[in-house]
C-alpha cells in the first residue's frame, strides 16, 4: 500500500542557506501535519494543513514557511537556517472524518544537518 | 492545554521480562489516545489505539487500556524481546484537527 513519501530523505545544508522539504500525502488524504524532532527528544508540531489552507499552526519559527498544493503535497520552507534547526522533520497525513479518529500515517521523515 | 505525561526512562529489561509503560493525561473533550514506536533510525509507527473509555488497543503482544477515571493509557506485553527495543511514545489527539499531542517519549533496551 502506499504510503507517505518524504524527500529528500537526508539534506546537509550550511547556516543561512535555505532548504526544501517535501511531503506527498497517501492518495485521498486531505490533511498534512508537519512535526520537527530534535536529538533525543519528542516530535513538536510545527504546522497542519486541510484542504489546501492552514489548519492550525504550533512551534514553527517565522523563517519557516509551508504550503499545501492543488495534489495535496506539502512543501516545508526553511531560511536562513539556524544549527538548531538540525532535526527529523515528519510529515504525516490523514484523511478528515470530522468528528472521528483518522489514523495519521507517518513518512519516513527527512533528516536536516546544519552545519 | 492537553498534555501527555509519560515515564521517564530508560528502561532496561531482559528478554521475557514483563513491560509496563506508564502513561497519564489531561485533555478537553474525549481524546483518541495512540502509542507510536520508533525503532533506532527509523520513523514513528503506529502501535495501537483507542478511541473511547475501556477500549483496549492491542497489537504485535502490545496491549493499553483506555481508562477515563484514572486518565491514563499504560502500555503493557507479557514477554518482551530483544527486537521491542526502541522509543515508545504517548500520545493523544482531540478536536476537528487532531493534530498528536506528544508524551516525550520512553526508551526501551532489552537485554538477551
Known amino acids: 500500500a502506499a504510503g507517505v513519501i518524504q524527500s529528500p530523505r537526508h539534506l546537509i545544508k550550511e547556516k543561512r542557506e535555505t532548504a526544501t522539504l517535501k511531503c506527498y500525502p497517501i492518495?485521498?488524504?486531505?490533511?498534512v501535519y508537519w512535526y520537527q524532532q530534535g536529538p533525543g527528544q519528542d516530535p513538536q508540531f510545527l504546522i497542519s494543513?486541510?484542504?489546501?489552507?492552514?489548519?492550525d499552526k504550533g512551534s514553527i519559527p517565522d523563517r519557516f514557511s509551508a504550503q499545501q498544493f492543488s495534489d495535496y503535497h506539502s512543501e516545508l520552507n526553511m531560511s536562513s537556517l539556524e544549527l538548531g534547526d538540525s532535526a527529523l522533520y515528519f510529515c504525516a497525513s490523514r484523511r478528515f472524518l470530522g468528528h472521528g479518529a483518522g489514523e495519521l500515517f507517518f513518512g519516513e521523515g527527512s533528516r536536516l544537518t546544519v552545519l | 492545554g492537553d498534555s501527555v505525561t509519560q515515564m521517564e526512562g530508560p528502561v532496561t529489561l531482559s528478554e521475557e521480562a514483563f513491560l509496563t509503560i506508564n502513561c497519564t493525561y489531561t485533555?478537553?473533550?474525549?481524546?483518541?489516545l495512540f502509542w507510536y514506536v520508533q525503532y533506532p533510525g527509523e520513523g514513528l509507527q503506529l502501535l495501537l489505539k483507542?478511541?473511547?473509555a475501556d477500549d483496549k488497543g492491542s497489537n504485535k503482544g502490545f496491549e493499553a487500556t483506555y481508562r477515563k477515571e484514572t486518565t491514563s493509557f499504560h502500555l503493557e506485553k507479557g514477554s518482551v524481546q530483544v527486537s521491542d527495543s526502541a522509543v515508545y511514545f504517548c500520545a493523544l489527539s482531540t478536536g476537528n484537527n487532531r493534530k498528536l499531542i506528544w508524551g516525550l517519549g520512553t526508551s526501551l533496551a532489552v537485554n538477551p
Open positions: 485533555a478537553t473533550g474525549y481524546p483518541s
Open positions: 483507542a478511541t473511547k
Open positions: 494543513f486541510y484542504e489546501k489552507m492552514q489548519s
Open positions: 492518495p485521498r488524504h486531505d490533511t
